[in-house]
């Protein structure tokens, strides 16, 4: 079976384009029908998450680990000590909410982080365009 039966298949069944695509990356996410790939289940939950189906939980903490990593290569490749510190962070989401645990290690981090918490939230929500209502950043010491 491939994307296309699996997509057809959902339509036919009543579900939105939203539903079927996230279907599509499950199928993807656990080798179902499709061989396992985590790219292309990123790929296919994201396009549901755009079609306004967010997902479960368990999919969208997913979604938040891998757009995490990717934001940090991204954005903190000049500051490696820094992103050391980001690659510990605990992340999990659920109803389009982001929650960021980091845990510094000593008082000058802490105070990093205080003072750049605004614009490390700002410049995440930006590389996520937006799709998550909220995103808390904890920091525990």
């Known amino acids: 079976m491939n994307s296309d039966t699996i997509y057809k298949e959902a339509l036919n069944n009543g ?10 990356g499950n199928h993807y ?14 790929e296919w939950f994201t396009k549901a998450w755009d079609n306004q189906f967010p997902g479960t ?16 290569i991204a954005k903190m490749t000049d500051r490696p000590r820094l992103q050391n510190l980001l690659d510990d962070a605990m ?3 659920s109803e389009r ?7 510094t290690h000593n008082d000058a981090q802490a105070k990093w982080f205080d003072e750049h918490v605004d614009s490390l ?7 996520t365009r937006g799709r ?3 995103i808390y950043f904890q920091i525990k010491d």
């Open 15 to 24: 579900f939105s384009i939203g539903h079927a695509q996230f279907i599509i």
């Open 97 to 103: 909410e982001a929650h960021i645990i980091i845990v």
């Open 121 to 127: 939230k700002e410049s995440f929500d930006k590389y």
């Open 57 to 72: 939980a368990s999919t969208q903490t997913f979604l938040l680990r891998r757009w995490w990593t990717a934001f940090k």
């Open 91 to 93: 992340v999990s989401a």
């Open 29 to 42: 996410l656990k080798g179902k029908d499709v061989a396992a790939d985590p790219d292309k289940a990123e």
């Open 132 to 134: 998550f209502r909220t």
